[in-house]
């Protein structure tokens, strides 16, 4: 079946330091791939798209890697910050059963001042 | 340009009640998304909706519904309420059915069953 999966356990950093997230998905073949973050009571606010054929995306202190072999995804937070602090989700399309977005469970960075 | 938004914010039910949740699209849009998230959670697809009708749909059963507007407002419909029913729902829109690049989401609506 097809599953998303990212680091369930919190991520917890310093300030200034670089936050990676992992994003690995099985039995998808993804035309693209994207990053959300979402703060507490509120809905999640797109961040980075990365097609397959691309392997880096960068934006600002942000950067995305795909690796389509390895069936990954790597998020980065450079220069990290505590406003930074929320969860991070990745999200694939599927066409099984009508198309969709499907979502990982989230990693929920902690950055300390 | 208007975002997404949903309402109400916040609603109580009691099991086996009924619920209609709605929410407007970002302006220009045509396609809407449904999801449920609990505490904890990823948001999980309910269903999604393109010029009227539905284009996909995930594994919820029937008692879940919903239906869009030639403006393309939409709403959720929640028949014979469940305890485990209790989460936020969130509604997405965008701009092409054929991908959904760049969801946009509402705030939410936090629904809790007693």
């Known amino acids: 079946s097809q599953k998303i999966e990212q680091n369930s356990e919190a991520l917890n950093i310093q300030e200034g330091k670089t936050a990676t997230l992992t994003c690995n998905y099985t039995?998808?073949?993804?035309?693209?791939l994207q990053w959300y973050r979402q703060d507490p009571g509120r809905g999640p606010v797109f961040l980075l798209l990365?097609?397959?054929?691309?392997k880096e995306k960068r934006k600002e202190r942000l950067k995305v890697t795909f690796d389509t072999t390895l069936k990954q995804s790597l998020f980065h937070i450079t220069a990290s910050q505590p406003a930074d602090s929320a969860t991070y989700l990745c999200?694939?399309?599927?066409?099984?059963?009508?198309?969709?977005?499907?979502f990982g469970a989230g990693t929920r960075l902690f950055v300390k001042a | 340009e208007t975002g997404v938004t949903q309402s109400p914010t916040h609603l109580i039910k009691t099991r086996g009640q009924q619920v209609t949740l709605r929410c407007s699209s970002q302006?220009?849009?045509?396609?809407v998304s449904w999801y449920q998230q609990a505490l904890g959670q990823g948001p999980q697809f309910i269903f999604q909706?393109?010029?009227?009708?539905?284009?996909g749909r995930g594994n919820f059963p029937p008692r879940f519904s919903g239906l869009q507007f030639p403006n393309y407002s939409s709403e959720l419909n929640v028949n014979a309420l469940e305890l485990d029913d209790s989460a936020l729902y969130l509604c997405?829109?965008?701009?092409?059915?054929?991908?959904?690049?760049?969801?946009?989401f509402g705030s939410g609506t936090q629904l809790s069953v007693l």
């Open positions: 997405a829109s965008s701009l092409d059915s054929a991908t959904n690049e760049k969801l946009f």
């Open positions: 039995n998808y073949s993804p035309a693209y």
């Open positions: 990365i097609r397959e054929n691309e």
């Open positions: 999200a694939l399309d599927t066409n099984t059963g009508g198309f969709k977005t499907i």
């Open positions: 302006s220009g849009h045509n396609t």
């Open positions: 909706y393109y010029r009227e009708e539905e284009n």
